[in-house]
Nanobody, 125 residues
C-alpha cells in the first residue's frame, strides 16, 4: 500500500489547511487511517484517526474542535481539515494506514502498517 500525503504549506495563525492522503490500496475501506505529526526536535505524535468499521473518529486533545478527519472510500482518500491553526501545529504531518485497525490502538503509531512521506505544515505567528 502506498500513501501520498499533500496539502501542506505556510499559513498564518488562525488560518486553515486541508491535508489529503491518497492510498493505493484496493481495499481502502478496510484500513483505519491516521494522521500523525512530528515537529523539529520532538517525537512523532498522534493527531487523529478514523476507524475502518464505523468511521468513528479520535483526536488528540489539543486539536479537538479545530481539526476534522474524514474519508472518502470511493476516492481512496483520507482528509484532515485543520482550522484555527496555531504556531504549535507546525510539523511534518504523516498519514498512516492500519489494516482492520481497532479504536483502542488508533493512537499508537507502532500499530500502523503503512506510512506516507509526510507533508510540511508551517504556521506563522
Amino acid at each position: 500500500v502506498q500513501l501520498q500525503a499533500s496539502g501542506g504549506g505556510l499559513v498564518q495563525a488562525g488560518g486553515s489547511l486541508r491535508l489529503s492522503c491518497a492510498a493505493s490500496a484496493r481495499t481502502f475501506s478496510s484500513y483505519t487511517m491516521g494522521w500523525f505529526r512530528q515537529a523539529p526536535g520532538k517525537e512523532r505524535e498522534f493527531v487523529a484517526a478514523i476507524i475502518w468499521s464505523d468511521s468513528s473518529t479520535h483526536y488528540r486533545d489539543s486539536v479537538k474542535g479545530r481539526f476534522t478527519i474524514s474519508r472518502d472510500n470511493a476516492k481512496n482518500t483520507v482528509y484532515l481539515q485543520m482550522n484555527s491553526l496555531k504556531p504549535e501545529d507546525t510539523a511534518v504531518y504523516y498519514c498512516a494506514a492500519e489494516y482492520f485497525g481497532g479504536s483502542s490502538a488508533a493512537h499508537k503509531a507502532d500499530d500502523y502498517d503503512y506510512w506516507g512521506q509526510g507533508t510540511l505544515v508551517t504556521v506563522s505567528s
